[in-house]
């Protein structure tokens, strides 16, 4: 259980300390709650020189895991802003990125991110929700993505609000990307590269981003499919 913390900042909650190169980091681990939705539980993760949370559970890359990182909570942080919520704290990489396996048993799966606001990174790809690899059904909900929780102020990230990739024969099917707020953010609101890839988009407020609010397959405007006829592959499949 991580509640309360000030993790890359002052104890004001107003000035980067940016010693560090992640804030919080879930690797092969599971079962975790980060933050909470009552009063002082939610942890502010800014300023600091990687992503604000990492969740890792590529059992692939050598690092000797050998669990996923499967079934954590996040929720009610404030990762990139300072401790009103209210201005940028930039942390140099994704808000929240997972990592997931390039093989068939999905890892870093059975996620919770809820009711975070995921704000200002900066640096290639820096997304406010940067998924990698085999991580499936995770659920990315209520979460305020390049905006504060007020939905008014410019927080954009530097990328994608959310940004799903992946690549080889196992893609996940099962991810929910559902009420978010997704604004102000530097490429799309939502992209999802990688044939096969699959998520359940719903109810998401997205607007003002610089690209498009959705980009199936990261190539820009293109038609709608036409079920009879289709024979392409892709999230546009």
């Known amino acids: 259980l991580v509640q309360g913390n000030y993790i890359g900042t002052d104890v004001t909650g107003t000035t980067s300390l940016g010693t560090q190169l992640r804030g919080i980091v879930l690797e092969f681990t599971g079962g975790h709650v980060i933050g909470g939705l009552g009063a002082g539980e939610g942890n502010l993760i800014s300023g600091n020189l990687g992503p604000g949370i990492d969740v890792n559970g590529n059992m692939d890359t050598g690092a000797g895991g050998s669990a996923p990182a499967d079934g954590n909570l996040i929720e009610g942080n404030l990762i990139g802003t300072n401790a009103a919520g209210t201005g940028a704290i930039s942390n140099a990489g994704p808000a929240i990125q997972m990592y997931g396996t390039s093989g068939p048993s999905p890892s870093a799966s059975?996620?919770?991110?809820?009711?975070?606001?995921?704000?200002?990174?900066?640096?290639?790809?820096?997304?406010?929700?940067?998924?990698?690899?085999?991580?499936?059904?995770?659920?990315?909900?209520?979460?305020?993505?390049?905006?504060?929780?007020?939905?008014?102020?410019?927080?954009?990230?530097?990328?994608?609000?959310?940004h799903i990739e992946v690549s080889g024969a196992f893609v996940p099917t099962g991810n929910t990307i559902r009420n978010n707020v997704i604004r102000f953010n530097n490429v799309d609101g939502v992209r999802i590269l990688g044939t096969g890839a699959?998520?359940?988009?719903t109810q998401n407020q997205i607007s003002n981003n610089d690209l498009l609010g959705i980009d199936l397959g990261g190539d820009g405007v293109t038609p709608n499919d036409i079920k009879v006829n289709d024979v392409d592959t892709g999230p546009n499949e």
């Open 198 to 201: 699959v998520a359940t988009l």
């Open 110 to 162: 059975g996620n919770t991110i809820r009711g975070n606001v995921l704000a200002a990174s900066t640096t290639a790809d820096a997304h406010g929700i940067a998924v990698w690899g085999n991580a499936d059904n995770n659920v990315f909900e209520d979460n305020f993505i390049g905006t504060d929780a007020g939905k008014t102020i410019d927080l954009g990230n530097a990328g994608s609000g959310i």
